[in-house]
């Protein structure tokens, strides 16, 4: 079945510096993935997804990768701010089901002033 | 109108307790689904309901029974709960099943048993 594997598990970064986490998925039919960033005591909320006719998409400071060869995609996060401190999730799909989205275990993005 | 309403946003219930989460949405999704999220994990899937019919229940312990009663609630219905069980519960809505649709989520149910 699908795995997810992401990296990594806490980031600490300058604010003001760029963010990368990065996220290796195994199911070959995979063929969306979503990020979803979840703040402290709230819900998770979709921030940029990706499907697999494209290489990489950008949303003002957030972009997303993704190398379909190698089966990883990437979050990158530029210009960082106090409040893009959260943990961060990945996720892809099991073949073409949305329900059986096999998550990431998530990265705590730490943003020092 | 991108909205999950759920309540209770907080519970605290015994172990011989009768509850329920409810969850509605509003913007004409036909999926909806039961997550449960434990501290520093990512969502568990619980349920999936598709046009008001269970399509996936991820073996969960029947103490736990979900109802859609119609197109726009989702309840959760709680009984006998061990203090294990205590979590967020996460309802969410997408418009379909498919790759692609993206989930939308409530803020959650943050539940204690005691």
């Known amino acids: 079945g699908e795995n997810v594997e992401q990296h990594p598990s806490t980031l600490s970064v300058q604010e003001g510096d760029s963010a990368v986490i990065k996220c290796t998925y195994s199911?070959?039919?995979?063929?969306?993935f979503p990020w979803y960033k979840q703040e402290l005591g709230k819900r998770p909320q979709l921030i940029i997804d990706?499907?697999?006719n494209v290489g990489e998409k950008k949303d003002q400071r957030i972009a997303v990768t993704l190398n379909k060869t190698a089966k990883h995609f990437s979050l990158h996060i530029t210009e960082t701010q106090p409040e893009d401190s959260a943990v961060y999730f990945c996720?892809?799909?099991?073949?073409?089901?949305?329900?059986?989205?096999?998550w990431g275990a998530g990265t705590k993005l730490i943003i020092k002033p | 109108d991108t909205e999950v309403t759920q309540t209770p946003k907080h519970l605290v219930m015994g172990m011989t307790n009768k509850k329920s989460l409810k969850c509605e949405q509003h913007?004409?999704?036909?999926?909806m689904y039961w997550y449960k999220q434990k501290a520093k994990k990512p969502p568990e899937l619980m349920f999936v309901?598709?046009?008001?019919?269970?399509?996936i229940n991820e073996s969960v312990p029947s103490r736990f029974s979900p109802e859609c009663p119609n197109s726009s609630l989702l309840n959760l219905h709680l009984h006998a709960l061990q203090p294990e069980d205590s979590a967020l519960y996460l309802c969410?809505?997408?418009?379909?099943?498919?790759?692609?649709?993206?989930?939308?989520f409530g803020e959650g149910s943050w539940l204690t048993v005691v």
């Open positions: 969410a809505s997408s418009y379909g099943l498919g790759s692609g649709n993206t989930i939308y």
């Open positions: 913007m004409g999704h036909r999926a």
């Open positions: 309901y598709s046009y008001e019919k269970l399509s």
């Open positions: 199911d070959s039919a995979s063929n969306y």
């Open positions: 990706i499907r697999s």
């Open positions: 996720a892809a799909p099991l073949g073409d089901s949305n329900y059986q989205l096999i």
